[in-house]
């Protein structure tokens, strides 16, 4: 297969960035969409010019390093997929392809395809924890935990915190991120005690960074690889609630 | 933004279902004007009660629109770069159209209270004649119209605004989604056709 690329292309962070076009050729349909950029990058290292930098770890999709977005849609076209796990068949020969990095004020773009995904770390130092004394491992049935709510916690446990939610929503909210994170702890035992000081203080955190408001405008969930429900914003703005005085 | 939605959707609500009154006739529909003006008299004396329910709406409004500013703020200022290629948004078109449709709805109140409440942009524009009123504005094509308009934007806004808002006040829909999806839009199409009938009936000489 053959495609047309338009990459945007930018030096580093103090760069101002151009979208560059570039042939590919020799691409065969089952190749992620990450194996057809390293076509790209090799036949741009044989020029002698600069790779297009992108961020990739697993190729697996459960890490959530890769993310950017293709012809608008955060991961590409394909439903509860990765970047990575994305295969050029989805693509028509002879297509030109728009590959941009995730946009919103706190995530900076390093360089190329590359965002500073750090703001998502912050998020979690404030509140996406469980304080457990240290000690000998507890026993493995000592906590019980109904099949619903394990299910509920596991729902949103599967976010790999990539970003596509904050680069599809309209308003650059990262509540689904938040949600998610706040949720999975919310609805275990172990997450009780801190359960109402964590959802105000991720949501403070969140708003801090410059993040924008849900609007339930739902473009997170629909390109969510993980397929996290809207529900777990929900069921953070109860904690939140709960918590105020 | 949630609960000064639901205030002002049981007033939405309401004065659409008092509006219909106009197709019992307008002994009726003048009627219920002036008990409404009485609600509570002795104790509030006239027009102690719309003034109160004037006041709180106004409020509402004006936290409403508030908070609609500053997320509309927060999304600008949370993505300063533009994608080049972007897919139209998923959400749908009562999703998209929440901020100009909010926009439209806000210029047709004022419009609307000078109209009706006021009444210093009616033909008639006497109190106590609602029926009058009502005719003798939307005998003109372009009042009628511009209700209409208004309305049409009203009804998405709800549609929207009432999932959004459950949302909002912490209630998980989970499988119960196409429940509550349902409730939303019967509301919302509810209130738009009970709004549209009287333009339209004032229009087509059905209410003269």
Request: glycine share 10%; aromatic share 8%; net charge positive.
């Amino acid at each position: 297969m053959r495609f047309t690329l338009r990459i945007w292309r930018q030096r580093d962070r103090d760069d101002t960035g151009a979208m560059v076009s570039y042939p590919v050729d020799h691409v065969s349909p089952d190749m992620s969409f990450l194996e057809m950029l390293d076509v790209l990058n090799e036949e741009l290292v044989r020029r002698g010019e600069e790779p297009v930098a992108f961020d990739h770890d697993c190729r697996e999709g459960i890490c959530g390093a890769c993310g950017m977005m293709i012809n608008g849609m955060a991961h590409g076209p394909q439903r509860a997929t990765t970047a990575c796990q994305l295969s050029m068949r989805h693509f028509a020969d002879g297509d030109t392809i728009t590959v941009e990095p995730w946009r919103a004020r706190p995530f900076g773009v390093i360089k190329d395809l590359v965002v500073d995904r750090s703001a998502f770390d912050r998020i979690i130092a404030s509140g996406g924890y469980v304080s457990v004394p240290a000690g000998s491992a507890p026993d493995a049935h000592a906590l019980p935990v109904s099949t619903s709510s394990a299910e509920a916690s596991f729902e949103a446990a599967v976010c790999i915190g990539c970003g596509a939610c904050v680069a599809a929503c309209p308003n650059g909210s990262a509540m689904l991120f938040t949600a998610a994170k706040a949720t999975h702890l919310g609805l275990l035992p172990q997450g009780q005690p801190e359960r109402y000081v964590r959802a105000a203080e991720m949501v403070r955190t969140h708003d801090e960074l410059g993040f924008g408001g849900c609007t339930s405008m739902g473009e997170c969930t629909a390109v969510c690889p993980k397929s996290i429900p809207l529900d777990v914003i929900s069921r953070l703005n109860r904690d939140l609630l709960h918590g105020q005085p | 933004m949630a609960v000064t939605g639901a205030v002002l959707l049981v007033f939405v609500v309401t004065h659409m279902l008092a509006n219909l009154k106009i197709f019992v006739g307008a002994t009726a529909l003048d009627g219920y004007g002036r008990w409404l003006h009485s609600l509570a008299e002795p104790a509030l004396g006239h027009d102690g009660f719309v003034w109160i329910a004037r006041v709180v709406l106004l409020l509402c409004v004006a936290l409403h629109i508030t908070a609609a500013v500053q997320l509309t703020r927060r999304a600008h200022r949370a993505r300063p770069f533009r994608y080049r290629h972007r897919r139209p948004v998923l959400g749908g078109y009562a999703a998209r159209t929440m901020r100009w449709g909010g926009v439209v709805i806000a210029l047709f109140v004022v419009y609307h209270v000078l109209d009706m409440t006021v009444g210093v942009l009616n033909p008639n524009g006497i109190a106590g004649q609602d029926y009058r009123d009502i005719t003798a504005s939307f005998g003109r094509w372009y009042a009628a119209a511009f209700t209409m308009i208004a309305v049409l934007a009203l009804g998405p806004h709800i549609r929207h605004g009432l999932c959004g808002a459950l949302r909002s006040l912490g209630v998980p829909i989970g499988r119960g989604r196409r429940v509550v999806d349902a409730v939303a839009i019967g509301v919302a199409v509810t209130v738009t056709a009970g709004f549209l009938s009287v333009p339209l009936a004032v229009l087509t000489g059905m209410v003269r």
